[in-house]
């Protein structure tokens, strides 16, 4: 509840906001107040996250710091209700203070913040930049998403509005010029260089056209996508050759995923926070879909594929996983001997995997010929690369046995314990050996 | 029962992994300790005093029924651990030959006490070779001794005054004369 002004922000489980549908991500700046002096009811918001959005200003508290509590939990203000902004006041006295940012917003006679069209009163918001940041990089996308009024266009492609190309402004006058001209003399050649120059600048509004095309088209996609897979799912019983291609279609799906990349440029400082949590958001469903451990390699490539433009390097990645000792998320990284590192479920348990070893191992044909990862793999529903580590852990348990052979890599139930050392041709009629012991005669 | 010549094995001489050798400590010590077992115990059956690692007829590395064999690796991890036992002797720094104690030098001072006594050669001489191919070797374990073990044995009784060891008129037939 963020007091009774303004409008409250869902979260996610890593402590995300939750984006609009169209809403894209701009700026972040980190330790920011927003204070207004007009408004005594104006919730009590210090050093929290500020992010700029296409269509909202988003408080979030610290999640390090503050307890959130009612009057400072995540609070919007969208920017249809902000009517003007201020620009930046220089002066001796802004010299020492903390850097401020002030802009004009329209609210109800109540003072609180309207969800659709303007209140009837007008009140003054500062923002308060407490950390260290760059004020006025922020100020000027602050006008660009202001300017650009992403929430009128809803699902429809960008106008020419929303294009943010300073060209456009000078060009629109150039293109109300009618009719052809005449190349003679001088002024023909003036008149060729500017004609030039026109189509040279207009290919240029046009390719930012295309961009933001995309960028739109882009969610469409995803709508497109969901809407496939929500038909696969709910189809007729499939047949093998079905289920192949079903798993192509949602392996393509999983591909298109996030519109709103968190970027070094909108994160600033906290780059690698607000990836690590937008990471833990995204790996949820492959995790579930892998058997709840994951392969760090494969989280790469799916997690770029995603992401599509802004792609993140390896070390980004490192130290986004790294830090998820910090948050309170559900998955955690994970460092096997063989340094194969994976990511899993915390509530992954490995006790549980070594009693579906331990059965699929003692079965007659596992205790003729044993088991190779890939047949581990077939039956726990994993990856191959997985189905090895996870055997390679229970052999180091004292599990199972190896046996490399030009057969290949394979592994068998630990027989060594069952055989005593001061008879060594004792058989108990009973146990492990006596099981084996069938199991291997009675292939002759 | 499967056999290697006289040889009873046991049943986990079929069991795959029994030839790789194991990497993880608890499962490779048992390992190695089977394996330790059955080659003294191969070795004394067939009276077999020396082991070259790259033969193809020490039969005991090898289980053509199920298809495996001991790498050299193996083989020499298995023999070292007999060596560190005190159980066997490399021939060699490369160690590519072993000379396998299935009795101890000790043990077989002793069979040698008991062969003199039995024969009744308390004070008698023989040659080395007469010991060890002689007639009244002949159906005891000193039959086909290894000659560097019999020497190490004799060595050991010499120091202990109950022989002495002489050359003989060639130069590799020594004698020996008993005094115990």
């Known amino acids: ?444 | 029962m499967q056999k290697l010549g006289d040889f009873k094995l046991p049943q986990f001489f079929n069991y795959p992994p029994y030839f790789t050798l194991q990497p993880v400590r608890d499962t490779r010590e048992k390992q190695i300790q089977l394996w330790k077992d059955l080659i003294l115990d191969y070795c004394k059956t067939h009276h077999i005093f020396v082991i070259g690692l790259e033969d193809q007829d020490f039969p005991l590395f090898s289980n053509p029924a199920i298809e495996r064999s001991l790498t050299y690796e193996a083989r020499e991890a298995f023999l070292s651990a007999l060596v560190a036992q005190g159980r066997a002797e490399w021939l060699d720094k490369s160690r590519r030959k072993c000379l396998v104690l299935w009795h101890r030098i000790q043990d077989w001072a002793n069979i040698v006490l008991d062969f003199v006594k039995d024969n009744g050669l308390e004070d008698s001489v023989m040659t080395v070779e007469e010991i060890r191919t002689g007639i009244e070797s002949r159906g005891t374990e000193l039959h086909g001794i290894d000659r560097t073990v019999l020497m190490r044995a004799l060595k050991m009784l010499e120091q202990k005054g109950k022989l002495a060891i002489f050359k003989g008129t060639t130069a590799d037939d020594e004698g020996v004369k008993f005094s115990i």
């Open chain 1, 1 to 444: 509840m963020a007091g009774n002004c303004l409008q409250a922000v869902e979260l996610t489980t890593s402590g995300r906001p939750v984006l609009l549908p169209t809403e894209i991500e701009c700026s972040l700046l980190s330790a920011v107040d927003l204070e207004c002096e007009d408004l005594p009811n104006f919730p009590h918001l210090k050093s929290g996250l500020l992010i700029l959005t296409t269509h909202r200003l988003l408080w979030l508290p610290d999640s390090t710091t503050t307890i959130p509590t009612a009057s400072s939990s995540a609070s919007a203000i969208p920017l249809a209700a902000i009517t003007h902004i201020f620009a930046a006041k220089k002066s001796i006295k802004s010299m020492f203070h903390s850097p401020r940012l002030r802009f004009q917003l329209s609210v109800s006679p109540e003072g609180r913040v309207p969800d659709s069209g303007s209140g009837s009163r007008s009140v003054v918001v500062t923002v308060v930049v407490r950390g260290k940041s760059d004020l006025d990089a922020f100020l000027s996308k602050f006008w660009e998403s202001w300017r650009g009024r992403a929430w009128e266009i809803g699902d429809e492609q960008g106008s020419s509005d929303a294009v943010s190309g300073s060209g456009s402004a000078s060009s629109s006058g150039l293109y109300t010029r009618e009719g052809t001209v005449r190349m003679v003399g001088v002024s023909g050649i003036l008149r060729k260089e500017q004609e030039m120059w026109e189509s040279t600048d207009k290919s240029l509004q046009d390719a930012f056209q295309d961009l933001n095309a995309l960028m739109s088209k882009a969610k469409e996609m995803v709508m497109l996508a969901e809407k496939m897979r929500q038909k696969l799912l709910s189809g007729s019983q499939p047949n093998d050759e079905e289920l192949g291609s079903k798993q192509e279609m949602q392996d393509w799906m999983l591909s298109v995923g996030i519109i709103s990349p968190v970027t070094k440029e909108s994160a600033g400082a906290q780059y690698h926070q607000q990836l690590s949590r937008q990471l833990a958001d995204f790996v949820r469903l492959p995790l579930e879909r892998a058997g709840g451990m994951m392969n760090l390699i494969d989280i790469y490539c799916l997690f770029n594929r995603a992401r599509g433009t802004e792609l993140i390097s390896p070390e980004d990645l490192l130290q986004a996983c790294s830090l998820w000792e910090k948050f309170d998320v559900p998955v955690m990284l994970r460092k096997f001997d063989s340094g194969v590192m994976v990511i899993q479920n915390k509530s992954h348990s490995d006790e549980e995997v070594f009693a579906r070893i331990k059965t699929l191992v003692m079965k007659p044909d596992a205790l003729r010929t044993g088991i190779s990862a890939s047949d581990a793999a077939i039956t726990l529903g994993i990856a191959p690369g997985m189905a090895k580590e996870h055997l390679l852990t229970a052999e180091s348990k004292g599990l199972l046995c190896r046996d490399i052979s030009p057969d290949g890599f394979r592994f068998y139930i630990n027989l060594f314990p069952e055989i005593d050392p001061n008879d060594l041709y004792l058989v108990k009629d009973y146990g492990i050996y006596h099981t084996w012991l069938r199991a291997a005669s009675a292939s002759g």
